[in-house]
C-alpha cells in the first residue's frame, strides 16, 4: 500500500472501541481491509475499467491519478463561495455538490462491489461474523471515497483557511468527514433495502439508468443553470428565506460550521449542529446493526445453485403462455426488412441495444446531451443582467436546420459502438447459418439503429416544425431528415467491416477513433451548410430531396451486398 492507503487505514480504524462494542473483530477486520484495498488499487472501476479492458500489463498506482482527478474535480465547486450573502448559502450549495458527486461516484464505481459474492467464497467460510464482513465492505468503501472526497475538498480547504482562518478550517475538514459518513450510509443503505427486494440482475439496470440520468443531469445543470441565474440575484441570494431548507443536510453541516465558528446564535444552530454530528454516527450504527445479517443472507442465497433453480422454477411458474400475437417492434422489423438474415440483423440490434449495459452507458447519455442542446439553442441568455429565458428564434434562422442536422450526434454515437460488445465471443454464430452475404445483417443492424433512434426525434422535429413555422418549412426539414439518413447510411458503409457485437471494445484504436469521430461530424454540418443557402428555392429543394431518397436506395444495396471477404474477425474468435 501507498503512504495515502497506510493513512486512511489507520483512520477508519481509529474507533477500535466502538467497532469491538458492536461485535467486530478488529484484527480480522484489518487484515481483510488491507487485502481489499491492495486488490483494489490494482483493479481499475468504472470509467478506468472500460479504459483498461483490453491492457495485458498489470494496473497499479490507481490512487495517484483518482487523487489527481478528485483535485480537478474541486475547482467546479469554488463557484459557491461566489454566490449569497452568508457562509449558510455558501457552504449549502458547496455541502450539496459534494453529496451529490459523491453519491455519484459510489453509485457509479461500487454497484458491483456491493452485489460481488465472490468475497462469500472466500471469507464467509471462515470463522468471520457477519457484522465483521460488512464492516469491512463499508470501510473498504469508506476508504475509497476518502481518496476522493479529501482531494476533492483541497481547494475548499485553501480558501477556508486563507481567506477565514485556521479553526474555520478544521471545522471545515470535520464537516466534511461527517458529510462524507452520511453519503456514504445513506447510499449502502438504500443499495442494501433495494437487494432485499429485487434481483442483483434488476439491481444492475437500475442503477444503470440511474448513472446515465446522473450523467445528464450534471451536464445540464452545468449548462443551463449558470444561464437562468444573472449575476444580480446570486449576489443578493439568502437560502435561509426558504421554510424548507431545513429538511436538507448540507443545511445542517452548513449551519454548524457557522455556529462552531463564531459561536453565534440561538436554539435552531445548536439543534442542527447536534444532527450534523449524530446523524452520521446512527446512520452507521442503524446499518451495521440492522442490515448486515439480512444483507449477507441475500447474497449467499443468490450465489447458491438454490437460489439459482428458485428462481428458475418461479419464471417457468409465473410465464405466461406464449401467444401468437405479435408486438410493436416485430411489426415493424416486418415492415422494413425482408425476412432471413436482414431481419434477424435488425431484432438482434434492437434488442442488444436495451439490453446490453455496456452499449446503454455509452450511447444513452447523448440523448440527454442532445436534449441539453435542444434547450440551449432557443435560451435566451442575456449577459447585461436582464432576464433570462426561453425565446424562438426567427422564421429563417439557421437554428431550426441545425437541428436537423445536429441530431445526427446521437446516430453517429451509436454507429461508433455497434460492432463493439463485452460478450464478442458470442459472435461466432454469424458463421453458422447459409448465409451468402452477411451484408444483409449490417443492413438490418443500421435500420435497427435509424428506426430505434433516429425516427422518433424525426416525428418530433417534424411535428414541432409544422406548428412553429408552418407547412411551408416541410420540404426543407424532409429534405434535412432524408441527407441524415443518407449520412449515416453512408458513414455505416465506410467504417463497420466487422459483424454486430463482434469485437472487443479495448481493440478500438484510439487515434483512429478521434479522426473518424471529427471526420463524420463534420460532414453533416457541411451538408447543413449548404442546405441553409438553398433553403429558399423550394424546386432545388424538391429536388434534391429526390436525389437524396434515390442515393439512400442506392448506398443500403452496396451494404446489403458485401460479401465474406470484406468482413473482418477477431483473431480470438
Known amino acids: 500500500m501507498n503512504f495515502i492507503d497506510k493513512f486512511l487505514v489507520k483512520l477508519v480504524l481509529l474507533p477500535t472501541s466502538f467497532y469491538q462494542g458492536l461485535g467486530i473483530d478488529t484484527t480480522q477486520l484489518k487484515a481483510i481491509l488491507q487485502t481489499k484495498i491492495i486488490l483494489g488499487d490494482r483493479t481499475p472501476t468504472g470509467i478506468r475499467a472500460i479504459k483498461r479492458a483490453n491492457q495485458k500489463k498489470p494496473t497499479s498506482g490507481i490512487s495517484i491519478t483518482q487523487f489527481i482527478m478528485s483535485v480537478v474535480l474541486g475547482l467546479v465547486f469554488m463557484f459557491s463561495f461566489f454566490i449569497g450573502i452568508n457562509y449558510e448559502t455558501k457552504l449549502t450549495l458547496y455541502f450539496s455538490m459534494f453529496m451529490f458527486i459523491l453519491a455519484s461516484t459510489l453509485m457509479a464505481d461500487f454497484t ?7 468475497d462469500n467464497f472466500i471469507i464467509l467460510p471462515k470463522p468471520v461474523n457477519d457484522i465483521t464482513f460488512l464492516a469491512s465492505r463499508l470501510l473498504y468503501i469508506i476508504v475509497y471515497i476518502l481518496k476522493t472526497s479529501l482531494p476533492m475538498t483541497f481547494m475548499g480547504m485553501g480558501f477556508v483557511g486563507y481567506f477565514i482562518g485556521i ?274 445483417f449490417i443492413l438490418g443492424s443500421v435500420k435497427s439503429i435509424l428506426f430505434k433512434f433516429y425516427v422518433p426525434l424525426v416525428i418530433t422535429i417534424l411535428v414541432g416544425a ?60 457541411s451538408v447543413g451548410l449548404v442546405h441553409y443557402l438553398i433553403r429558399s428555392f423550394l424546386p432545388v429543394v424538391v429536388l434534391l430531396t429526390l436525389l437524396s431518397g434515390i442515393a439512400i436506395w442506392m448506398i443500403m444495396d452496396s451494404i446489403k451486398n458485401k460479401t465474406w471477404e470484406q468482413i473482418k474477425v477477431q483473431e480470438d474468435l
Open 167 to 440: 479553526w474555520p478550517l478544521i471545522v471545515f475538514i470535520v464537516m466534511v468527514l461527517l458529510v462524507t459518513l452520511l453519503t456514504i450510509f445513506f447510499i449502502n443503505a438504500i443499495y442494501i433495502v433495494v437487494l432485499k427486494i429485487t434481483t442483483p440482475q434488476k439491481f444492475k439496470t437500475i442503477i444503470s439508468y440511474f448513472q446515465i440520468a446522473v450523467a445528464i443531469l450534471i451536464y445540464a445543470s452545468y449548462q443551463i443553470v449558470p444561464r437562468l441565474i444573472s449575476k444580480t440575484e446570486s449576489a443578493t441570494f439568502n437560502i435561509n428565506n426558504n421554510d424548507w431548507i431545513f429538511l436538507a443536510p448540507p443545511y445542517w453541516f452548513a449551519c454548524a460550521w457557522q455556529y462552531l465558528t463564531t459561536f453565534n446564535g440561538g436554539f435552531t444552530m445548536v439543534f442542527y449542529t447536534m444532527l450534523s454530528i449524530a446523524v452520521p454516527f446512527v446512520s452507521i450504527w442503524f446499518v451495521i446493526k440492522y442490515l448486515a445479517p439480512s444483507f449477507n443472507q441475500k447474497l449467499a442465497m443468490i450465489s447458491s445453485s438454490s437460489g439459482e433453480e428458485q428462481t428458475f422454477k418461479q419464471t417457468i411458474q409465473t410465464q405466461k403462455p406464449i401467444s401468437n400475437k405479435t408486438g410493436l417492434i416485430e411489426k415493424i422489423s416486418k415492415w422494413v426488412t425482408p425476412i432471413g438474415a436482414e431481419r434477424v440483423g435488425f431484432m438482434l440490434t434492437w434488442k442488444m441495444t436495451s439490453r446490453s449495459r455496456d452499449f446503454k452507458m455509452k450511447v444513452y447519455p447523448s440523448l440527454g446531451y442532445l436534449a441539453v442542446y435542444l434547450v440551449l439553442m432557443f435560451l435566451n441568455n442575456n449577459n447585461d443582467g436582464s432576464e433570462s429565458g426561453f425565446k424562438l428564434p426567427p422564421a429563417d434562422s439557421f437554428v431550426y436546420i441545425f437541428v436537423v442536422y445536429f441530431s445526427n450526434f446521437v446516430l453517429i454515437t451509436a454507429l461508433g459502438y455497434l460492432v463493439y460488445s463485452e460478450k464478442y465471443k458470442a459472435a461466432w454464430m454469424y458463421y453458422i447459418p447459409p448465409v451468402d452475404k452477411p451484408g444483409k
Open 112 to 118: 458491483t462491489v456491493l452485489i460481488d459474492v465472490r
Open 466 to 525: 409544422y406548428f412553429l413555422l408552418g407547412a411551408a418549412s416541410l420540404p426543407n426539414f424532409m429534405l434535412g431528415v432524408c441527407n441524415q439518413a443518407l449520412i449515416i447510411l453512408t458513414i455505416a458503409y465506410i467504417t463497420i467491416n466487422q459483424m454486430p457485437f463482434s469485437a472487443l471494445a479495448g481493440n478500438k484504436t484510439k487515434g483512429n477513433s478521434f479522426v473518424r469521430g471529427l471526420f463524420t461530424m463534420l460532414i453533416p454540418v
